[in-house]
């Protein structure tokens, strides 16, 4: 199965998501850009790729034994970027922000207990975001600096294990495990 770990953003962080696409939609008309689903949304902690059933296993029992060590933590939308920069953009994405370091550190933590069971994940520094669209061909894409962003915040509670299938579609994504950060 191919999966990833993940946290959930809610539906207003959503919607906002999908205000934002239209209108780079309007100002990018002639440009191939693959829209993600809102619905499909969320901030990518750790991409594990293609593992058997029992590797997976081992990875939901390393997220129920670290993600309750975390305190349940805030994020906000802070901006827009792309991948590998806004000049250069392959992947549109949000930026997103908390106060403290509380993801950076659950990421860290599952990355090492992770690379104890021989997963390695991406070599490149951890970024929170949140993917919006994938620019197929590398066309120009403009509308950055123009495209105004609500910072609204939302409450990370849990983490999730979820399987990406690939359809022709898009991704279906099925949620494999839910894990509680500690709400105390």
Request: glycine share 8%; proline share 3%; with cysteine.
């Amino acid at each position: 199965m191919r999966v990833f770990i993940a946290f959930p953003i809610v539906k207003e962080v959503c919607w906002e998501l999908e205000r934002l696409q239209k209108k780079f939609k309007r100002i990018n008309q002639n440009v191939l850009v693959t829209w993600v689903n809102p619905k499909a949304m969320h901030v990518t902690l750790q991409f594990l790729g293609d593992l058997a059933e029992e590797k997976i296993e081992k990875v939901k029992q390393i997220l129920q034994k670290i993600v309750p060590r975390y305190q349940k933590f805030s994020y906000w939308l802070d901006g827009l970027d792309a991948f590998p920069n806004k000049f250069n953009p392959n992947i549109i994405v949000a930026k997103i922000r908390e106060e403290g370091q509380t993801s950076f550190l659950l990421q860290k933590g599952i990355a090492n207990e992770l690379r104890q069971i021989g997963i390695v994940g991406d070599d490149q520094p951890w970024r929170q975001h949140v993917t919006i669209g994938r620019n197929k061909l590398g066309d120009e894409v403009v509308g950055f600096g123009e495209i105004e962003v609500k910072k609204i915040e939302w409450e990370v509670r849990e983490v999730e294990l979820i399987e990406s299938e690939l359809s022709a579609e898009g991704s279906i994504y099925t949620t494999l495990g839910l894990y509680q950060l500690n709400h105390g």
